[in-house]
């Protein structure tokens, strides 16, 4: 969960992550399926009574925060009434920011394509099902790699 104090705007994340898929012919379309269960597991979560998950964030957002900033005390009142949505069936998925991450334990030399991949992002905006979407993807090897990259970056910077 992610929360932009400027606009008091909350946006959710859902990860799904995993090796190329057997029936799967090539990482981008496995890939293209972890977005989907992104997808499909955050909007089913998102329309639920289930007020569970909305208990835990609060938690977390305490526990994270140490109840120390105003922007805890506003993430706490919107995920309250999130709650009481829940509770109450009045939760709609159409109503959540959201930020679907796929990402792909499968070697670079098989890189990814980005057009299945901006063709489902698209899908999911003309869908509606979520008031705002981003879609991140991403393969382990380019993960790896930017990481090992601001790394190095971060040494440099400490020692000059």
Not at 17 to 38: F, I, M, P, Q
Not at 55 to 62: L, W
Not at 101 to 117: D, M
Not at 127 to 145: D, H, L, S
Request: proline fraction near 2%.
């Amino acid at each position: 969960m992610m929360f932009e104090p400027k606009d008091r705007e909350l946006w959710i994340a859902e990860i799904k992550s995993g090796a190329k898929r057997k029936e799967h012919k090539t990482a981008t379309t496995s890939l293209v399926g972890l977005l989907n269960d992104a997808q499909n597991d955050l909007c089913e979560r998102l329309n639920s009574n289930d007020s569970g998950p909305w208990r835990n964030a609060m938690n977390a957002v305490c526990v994270a925060m140490n109840n120390a900033s105003s922007e805890t005390s506003v993430m706490n009142k919107i995920l309250s009434q999130h709650t009481n949505n829940a509770i109450a069936q009045k939760n709609s998925s159409s109503t959540f920011n959201v930020v679907l991450i796929g990402a792909i334990f499968h070697p670079t030399s098989e890189l990814v394509a980005s057009g299945p991949i901006g063709r489902k992002y698209s899908r999911i905006v003309e869908a509606q099902r979520f008031k705002n979407a981003f879609v991140v993807a991403i393969q382990k090897g380019t993960f790896e790699a930017v990481y090992d990259f601001l790394n190095s970056e971060a040494n440099d910077e400490t020692q000059a």
